[in-house]
């Protein structure tokens, strides 16, 4: 079997993808495959479906979680991928390489060891095999409830962190034109990621083209005021400052830091914000989704855990 999430939620069996059934029923399997291997309850699914649950949610989840079953029947194995541990909990069996968001997260990993030994050659070549699995966002055209598009929106960042490690791999080799239009095709999606307008704006700069990276840069900043009312922060100022200046040692300079540990605490930090957005909304279920989702985030990283109430 093959599992895909990067992309349109999709399950393959001897290179044929299968009919998942209802936009709602794949809703259900990605829920399971972002929690693959691990007991969800019936509240954890419907939390991952719903934004406001009908009345009829239990019924209806019963109907798909059927489905799911007759699909997940994998000729040679007994039984199906789907099993019931106990009442109201479900599981989905995945072997190892059979998802590709593992398969991303190893190469990812492997890459992040390999930048931090000084082997960027090595470290460009995995962040490449990892970011050319995806096929569009993530659960691309689902609509997901709050506990699942929390999970998303963890997926997605760690896209982004991979694409700056990426970068800085090739910038560290001294390729800066390798990467400018994959990242020129990021700023537009991302157009408020700082970060990423750094690296586009450094290897502008590094492939001789000093004006073009002038010109993101007032790019970024019309957006951060429009959208924000903010300017650039102070990394990105001192860059801008440095390009005007025509300073000669920009050839040597480094982006800013793109380790792991630090979009980590970035991350868990985004997530409690927007927790605290959620309960000020009113939308407690979400609130406690996301401020579960940053302690488990540190807690996987090995990074201190804060107190995270709910």
């Known amino acids: 079997m093959e599992f895909r999430v990067l992309g349109r939620p999709e399950v393959c069996q001897d290179g044929e993808c299968l009919d998942s059934g209802t936009l709602k029923q794949r809703t259900v399997l990605a829920a399971l495959l972002l929690s693959a291997n691990e007991p969800l309850s019936t509240a954890r699914l419907v939390d991952s479906v719903w934004w406001d649950p009908p009345a009829a949610a239990g019924s209806n989840l019963r109907m798909y979680l059927s ?48 930048l931090r030994d000084g082997r960027p050659r090595a470290a460009a070549d995995s962040f490449e095999q990892a970011l050319r699995l995806w096929r569009g966002r993530a659960l691309d055209g ?68 000093p004006g073009e990276a002038l010109a993101a840069y ?11 009312g903010t300017d650039p922060g102070p990394e990105l100022r001192r860059l801008h400052e440095r390009i005007l200046r025509g300073d000669g040692s920009l ?5 800013v830091p793109a380790d792991g540990p630090l979009s980590i605490d970035l991350l868990a930090t985004g997530l409690r914000a927007l927790a605290d957005g959620c309960e000020a909304l009113g939308e407690h279920s979400a609130a406690r989704h996301a401020r579960h989702a940053a302690g488990d985030l540190l807690r996987r990283t090995g990074e201190p855990s804060l107190a995270l109430p709910g």
């Open 142 to 209: 689902l609509a997901c409830g709050p506990g699942l598009q929390t999970k998303v929106m963890l997926v997605e960042e760690r896209r982004l962190a991979v694409a700056e490690q990426w970068a800085h791999a090739w910038l560290d080799l001294g390729r800066p034109e390798r990467v400018v239009p994959e990242l020129r095709a990021l700023v537009k999606e991302h157009p408020l990621r700082e970060r990423l307008w750094g690296c586009l704006i450094l290897a502008l700069c590094r492939s001789g083209r």
């Open 251 to 255: 050839a040597d300079a480094r982006p």
């Open 67 to 114: 489905g799911l079953r007759r699909l997940l029947r994998v000729p040679g194995e007994q039984g199906s991928r789907l099993r019931t541990p106990w009442t109201g909990v479900y599981e989905l069996t995945v072997l190892p390489g059979e998802l590709d968001l593992d398969r991303f997260y190893g190469l990812a990993d492997r890459g992040g060891r390999e």
């Open 218 to 228: 007032a790019e970024l900043r019309g957006v951060l005021a429009a959208e924000l």
